[in-house]
């Protein structure tokens, strides 16, 4: 299961795109922790026999309640959780609603638009580190991987929810909410959220953008593989109800709920919308390949590139936690106008 985590987690690099390449270049620390297997697991097994890890969480939270997370773990949970680490590829999402975890897998928020805001959060590893789980004495771990071993071993640690990363924003939001008793900040953030929407579709409209008008997102993975995004990050603004049109073969991969698809550059014209979007990707190798595409003359008889609709955003950039989607509602006019 590990391998196909990590798998997923290349995957969700094409999707956050480089946060992860930058994580896994720290996996090989965090995998020499995991080998150490027995003596890992024995630790967690006597601290959790200790007093100090069985004093009842209510003391410290006010009260606990049960949660059935989306795996279907039926656990007791803190009302109140005060000490949270967080493993997995949204942490904006916290800090919308004014929570900070003790700790979280650091690697994936390099380059972030919320980077600054990680630096006092402890480094859990990537893979997660049970020992440094453990040493930071959490009533609550969310987790973001389906790996059943994993979810038993940080279940000894501290009450542990599987939380879904990968959930469209309002159903994420709601259920984070309800996790960490934020129910309330959550449905305001979502009722702000969609004024803020609803005032930049207004504005890309009195500046031209026709109805109807169709956009595409692409980005390169190392390889020379060529992607266009569906479901995630920067797709999942544009594609709202009142934004951008998907062409039919982007909406066919949205139907089929893909976050992206493969593509061979010579179906490139078939995919490209009347607008384009570049998401620029971290490795080098990638970079090149995006150079190579830029220079073709595939490129340059698209009509969005004719009429000079082609827009550069850094892939980091365009994550689809709740924080980055609400600096992307200003990050996307700001990048239109630059035409």
Not at 266 to 292: C, H, M, W
Not at 310 to 339: C, G, M
Request: aromatic share 8%.
């Amino acid at each position: 299961m590990k391998q196909v985590r990590q798998s997923i987690a290349v995957l969700c690099m094409i999707i956050l795109m480089g946060t992860l390449l930058l994580a896994c270049t720290s996996k090989n620390e965090s995998q020499t922790s995991n080998n150490k297997g027995n003596s890992t697991s024995n630790t967690i097994a006597e601290a959790s026999s200790s007093p100090e890890a069985t004093t009842d969480t209510a003391t410290k939270t006010g009260g606990t309640h049960s949660y059935t997370d989306y795996r279907g773990h039926t656990v007791e949970i803190p009302d109140n959780p005060q000490k949270i680490v967080f493993f997995g590829e949204t942490y904006g999402d916290l800090l919308t609603l004014g929570v900070q975890a003790v700790g979280a897998s650091k690697g994936m928020y390099e380059h972030q638009i919320y980077e600054d805001k990680v630096q006092g959060v402890e480094d859990v590893g990537f893979p997660i580190n049970l020992e440094k789980t453990l040493e930071l004495q959490p009533d609550l771990i969310i987790y973001s991987v389906t790996d059943e071993a994993d979810f038993e071993a940080l279940s000894k640690i501290a009450p542990t929810v599987i939380f879904d990363t990968f959930a469209p924003l309002k159903e994420r939001m709601l259920e984070l909410g309800t996790i960490l008793g934020k129910t309330k900040e959550a449905e305001s953030w979502l009722a702000q959220y969609k004024v803020k929407e609803a005032a930049m579709w207004e504005q890309l409209k009195a500046s031209g953008m026709k109805p109807g008008e169709t956009a595409s997102v692409f980005t390169y993975y190392p390889g020379d593989r060529l992607f266009v995004m569906a479901t995630t990050g920067l797709s999942q603004v544009l594609y709202e109800e009142n934004g951008f049109k998907p062409t039919p073969l982007i909406q066919k991969v949205l139907d089929d709920n893909k976050g992206f698809e493969e593509i061979s550059m010579e179906l490139l014209k078939e995919y490209a919308g009347d607008r384009i979007f570049i998401l620029n990707p971290v490795a080098d190798e990638a970079k090149k390949s995006t150079e190579q595409l830029i220079n073709s003359q595939l490129w340059k008889n698209l009509p969005a590139v004719k009429n000079g609709y082609v827009y550069f955003q850094d892939i980091e950039q365009t994550s689809a936690d709740a924080s980055t989607r609400e600096w992307l509602l200003q990050q996307i006019p700001s990048l239109i106008s630059k035409k």
